[in-house]
């Protein structure tokens, strides 16, 4: 389905953690490196289909993003979970809506959406307002496959920590974001895959995460073409770690864009 597409990609927009790399105060080899591998900014991509334009995820370095990747209009929004380092750049969607004279479409799961309302109560404050707010059209997902900006995507659940969260996956590519375990109905769900995103916070075992370790047993176990680690720490360097990896394992990096669908491997 994605065949259809001229041009199709994965644009990462953040690969860090929570608090991205550098870290603020922290002196390490990796927070100073002058590698620009190694800036990673709050987790988040853009999938660019033809002309359609697909956000997932809206971190806090999201008008940053938008800026330094030319992001001029957004067709939705699909949200992964509702955890800050994923929300809270969503007030930056106001020029979107008056550019796109709007509403964005959003889509989330109930639990998500709850948090996005708890997070961002002034946005469904209903009394009249002389500032702007953003304007959102949310769909609210199970784990039935969703129709987004006329893109098919099958809502994947994981484990993150104690809570589950959602990845997504497009045609044969995935996008798994923060997990620390993915269940069997979902590593059904993800067979056959040119394209897979995984999270790889670190070495060292995280209790909401999974490890650079974990993820390659995962690739090993779903055999997708290619693997793509993300939300990634400062105690990853990339140069040296992407050098162990096997050769269809790659760090992702802020800017890397993925071409996907049509040309795979390009
Ligand atoms: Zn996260
Ligand atoms: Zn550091
Ligand atoms: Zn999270």
Known sequence: MLEEFEHAS????GSGTSVGVPMIGCHCKVCTSPDPRDKRLRPSVLLRLGEKRVLIDTSPDFRHQALRFGIDHIDAILYTHAHADHILGLDDVRPFNFMQKGEIPIYASAETWAAIERTF????DTSPT?????RLDPHIFKNEPICAAGIAFIPIP???????VHGFRFGDSAYLTDHSDIPEASLEKLTGLDVLFLDALRHNPHPTHSTVEESLKTVSLL?????????ISHDIPHATAEAKLPSNVHLAYDGLE?????????
Do not use: D
């Open 158 to 164: 994981v484990s993150h920590g104690k809570g589950t």
């Open 258 to 266: 993925i071409p996907i669908g049509r040309s795979p491997g390009v």
């Open 223 to 231: 055999q997708p073409k290619r693997a793509f680690f993300t939300h």
């Open 10 to 13: 994965i644009l990462v927009l």
């Open 121 to 124: 109560s002034y946005v469904f």
């Open 130 to 134: 002389q500032s702007s707010r953003p």
